[in-house]
């Protein structure tokens, strides 16, 4: 039997839905088939950025899952469209929320250019993730620039990682603590308004690729501060965790999106072969 999701949404939902429901799929020794729906959100596979995860087979695409895998769902009951963006419920605010991360592993140059920047930064650093852009428009400012500033302020002379995706906000940060702000590359100006990049679809700044560098430098804190209700600082939040690197000092806390989920037991169907699990002999 193989449990099946669609991973929608940006890169840090959709890591999420994947490690909770492969850790959900092996508890009943089962793998997991994942479709990582492609789109504005998140336009890199996971391939990409990541090493094949044991158990799991990744699929791509914009929309519909293959025909094969579709027909098998409808046969056995599924839900061919089914959309995951946030934790298994099982798994949700338990401690394997945060030790399922340990599965994850970037590929070398994703690591190679985290260390860079952590080098930049001279190894003992504070990191913030000030999640901006279409995040505002969704939730609100929960987290205005003044808190991070504080925070920023209060660990000086600390040098400053600034994760972010808005070039606008950087620029900021690099105005306020010239001396402090260390690693992070100039994000180049949006071309056009942020109004019609939202309504394309585009408001984020920064690329997939920069994204999971920017999560893994974060990680390498002495202390981090992320974004109220964004998914990318929660996972900041528990690899720090995971790795054991979380601190008194940190300030974020992992809450829920309060996303739908659906009963595993609807959507784990009898798919095609599709080969033995990964690091498995064919």
């Not at 949404?9 to 793998?31: D, F, I």
């Not at 901006?132 to 939730?139: G, I, L, S």
């Not at 702000?181 to 700044?205: M, S, V």
Request: glycine content about 8%; proline content about 8%; hydrophobic content about 40%.
């Amino acid at each position: 039997m193989v449990d099946f999701i669609c991973a929608e949404a940006g890169l840090c939902n959709k890591l999420r839905s994947v490690l909770s429901y492969r850790e959900a799929a092996v508890q009943r020794g089962r793998r997991l088939v994942v479709l990582w729906r492609l789109g504005a959100a998140c336009d890199s596979p996971f391939e990409d950025l990541f090493e094949p995860l044991p158990g799991v087979v990744m699929l791509h695409g914009l929309g519909e899952l293959p025909p094969a895998h579709r027909e098998a769902l409808a046969a056995g009951g599924g839900a061919a469209k089914a959309s995951v963006y946030d934790s298994h419920p099982s798994i949700k605010y338990t401690e394997t929320e945060a030790t399922m991360y340990a599965a994850l592993s970037p590929l070398p140059p994703v690591r190679a250019a985290a260390a860079a920047n952590v080098a930049a930064c001279g190894g003992a650093f504070v990191a913030v993730h000030m999640r901006r852009t279409d995040h505002t428009a969704m939730f609100g400012d929960r987290t205005p620039d003044e808190a991070f500033f504080t925070f920023l302020e209060e660990r000086a002379p600390l040098p400053i990682f600034c994760a972010t995706d808005n070039a606008l906000t950087l620029r900021e940060v690099g105005r306020r603590f010239p001396l402090r702000l260390r690693g992070a590359a100039p994000i180049p100006e949006p071309a056009g308004g942020e109004a019609e990049r939202e309504a394309e679809g585009e408001a984020r700044h920064t690329s997939v690729e920069r994204a999971a560098v920017d999560l893994l430098t974060c990680v390498e804190a002495t202390a981090f501060m992320g974004t109220y209700m964004s998914s990318f600082s929660d996972a900041i939040a528990l690899l720090r965790r995971a790795r054991g690197l979380d601190t008194s000092d940190d300030r974020h806390v992992v809450r829920s999106l309060g996303g739908k989920h659906y009963d595993p037991d609807v959507h784990s169907v009898a798919l095609p072969p599709l080969g033995p699990p990964a690091g498995e002999p064919g």
